[in-house]
């Protein structure tokens, strides 16, 4: 039996705000494009109104953090036609953009190759209509909350949310990702609540109180760095915007053109960092021979990903962390065309520089914050006065359970444990959360960007699609069984 007045004290419900305790098959927290595609999935593959609850604060189901905007500077990375978002239908979101009239309306999205990139916010209204069916119908409940502790119920599982919802699921799936990156120290003890420093998290329409020719300083030169640069300009922002990141390496290109994929890494699957590293130069080496870019022996890396990371041990995967990682990365994740277009005329311009290096120091001034970096390779400090200041690192991987009150007290039963590298929640092979002793919790999974140390390959959208469908698949399975033992 459920302890109400417990509950009420330990998650500071107020008296009126605990509704009955609901129950359901199911339970997914978070709905960004991970947890609304598994529970689409799921309910599509069930039918069955009540069986799946999505717990998601924000308004609509799908958009998650990446998709969530309305910022039109922001694209997608990859052309509309190859975001396979929807397993079995992989041209939906194409055909949307078309009969939605989005194709049409919005010719920047257009590239040289006639490939289409379209605009994030529109890839997220097109999820959100997918989901908002399967709301109405009550196949998917949508519980506006966060979730604020998950602890055992008797086989299955009791979920508190912030505003005072207390659902039973026999089932639970974990889908919230990385929490948002951190404040340096450095910056995090001079800037902290300076009108004109966004930290992770700060809304970037802070921004729009910014004048046309302010100098920005963005941490972090990957593609989230780069969107704040598109939509800096798109603002009307004129000034100079200075990246700083440790390695300075900045995303490559997308290639133009309807390029094959080439090379085969898995046949055998190199066994060792360095082996996989000699195998993709020659790769790039027999496709440039061939007339083909690079970029289409990234495209065979990534569809191979999976496979080739889990065939590293351990102690060689520690190795491609250390060392691989960045440039992996800087190839794997590109910008798109308008974006490149965008940052080759401002490098030439001089309205943006991209800095490697280290802060040092911060002070503050009435009209400037001045921020020292030793810069790399040179080692000499150089002096940048800005007046803004902006966090675009990555995601805060090791604050990942602390982040979150209900993955700590999971943490705190010893009911999960972080992955060896650091970069999610270690699961198995059917995605189910690893307890500390390493055995598997057998009805709690864990689905999309927090399952990359297990995976590898495991960010862009297709992938997290084709996860979530064998999840959905292993899911129907269970439910379809307990419901016969039930009868
Ligand atoms: C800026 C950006 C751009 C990207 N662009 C592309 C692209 O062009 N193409 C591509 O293929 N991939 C892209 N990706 C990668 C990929 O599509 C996303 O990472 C993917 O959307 C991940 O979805 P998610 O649902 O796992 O995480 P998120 O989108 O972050 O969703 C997690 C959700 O969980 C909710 N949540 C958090 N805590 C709780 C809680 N306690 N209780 C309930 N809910 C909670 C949050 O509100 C959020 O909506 C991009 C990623 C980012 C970040």
Request: glycine share 10%; hydrophobic share 40%; with cysteine.
């Amino acid at each position: 039996m459920l302890d109400y007045d417990a509950v009420r004290t330990r998650f500071g419900i107020r008296e009126g705000m605990m509704t009955a305790p609901g129950r359901c098959q199911v339970a997914v927290i978070g709905g960004g494009f991970t947890g609304a595609s598994l529970a689409r999935l799921l309910a599509l593959k069930s039918g069955m109104t009540g069986c799946v609850a999505v717990f998601e604060p924000r308004p609509e189901l799908g958009r998650g953090l990446a998709y969530d905007c309305a910022d039109d500077a922001l694209r997608l990375n990859v052309a509309s036609h190859r975001m396979r978002a929807l397993p079995g239908a992989p041209d939906a979101f194409h055909n949307w953009l078309i009969r939605t009239g989005r194709l049409e309306s919005d010719p920047a999205g257009r590239a040289a190759d006639g490939a289409f990139y379209a605009r994030r916010g529109d890839f997220g209204r097109f999820m959100s209509e997918e989901m908002q069916s399967l709301v109405q119908t009550g196949l998917v409940r949508h519980v506006r909350e966060r979730v604020q502790n998950l602890a055992r119920d008797g086989r299955g599982w009791l979920l508190h949310g912030d505003q005072g919802s207390v659902i039973h699921a026999d089932e639970v799936v974990i889908a919230t990702t990385h929490p948002d990156p951190r404040t340096p120290q450095a910056l995090a003890g001079a800037l902290e609540g300076h009108p004109r420093f966004l930290g992770a998290g700060d809304s970037w329409h802070r921004l729009d109180a910014a004048s046309p020719q302010d100098r920005i300083l963005v941490l972090g030169a990957g593609l989230t760095a780069l969107d704040a640069i598109a939509s800096l300009r798109s603002r009307g922002h004129k000034g100079e915007i200075v990246l700083l990141s440790r390695s300075g390496r900045l995303p490559q290109t997308q290639a133009l053109g309807t390029l094959p994929a080439y090379g085969t890494f898995t046949d055998p699957r190199p066994a060792t960092a360095l082996a996989l590293l000699r195998e993709v130069r020659e790769a790039i080496a027999d496709a440039t021979g061939e007339g083909l870019p690079w970029q289409s022996v990234f495209d065979s890396l990534r569809q191979q990903g999976q496979a080739l990371w889990q065939a590293l041990s351990e102690p060689e995967q520690q190795r491609f962390m250390r060392h691989l990682k960045r440039r992996f990365e800087t190839h794997r994740y590109r910008m798109p065309p308008q974006i490149s277009a965008l940052l080759s005329h401002e490098m030439r311009h001089g309205g943006v520089r991209n800095l490697a290096g280290q802060i040092c120091r911060v002070e503050r001034s009435t009209n400037a914050i001045h921020v020292d970096i030793i810069t790399r390779p040179q080692g000499m400090v150089e002096r940048q006065s800005v007046q803004w200041v902006m966090i675009a690192t990555g995601p805060d991987y090791g604050g990942l359970i602390g982040s979150q009150p209900y993955l700590q007290s999971l943490a705190d039963a010893r009911l999960i444990r972080p992955d060896i590298h650091g970069m999610g929640l270690d699961v198995d092979q059917h995605c189910r959360a690893l307890r500390r002793n390493g055995l598997p919790v057998d009805n709690l999974f864990v689905a999309g960007p927090l399952t990359r140390g297990r995976f590898g390959e495991l960010t862009g959208a297709p992938e997290i699609a084709a996860q979530v469908e064998t999840l959905a698949g292993h899911l129907a399975a269970r439910l379809a069984t307990a419901a016969r033992i039930d009868v």
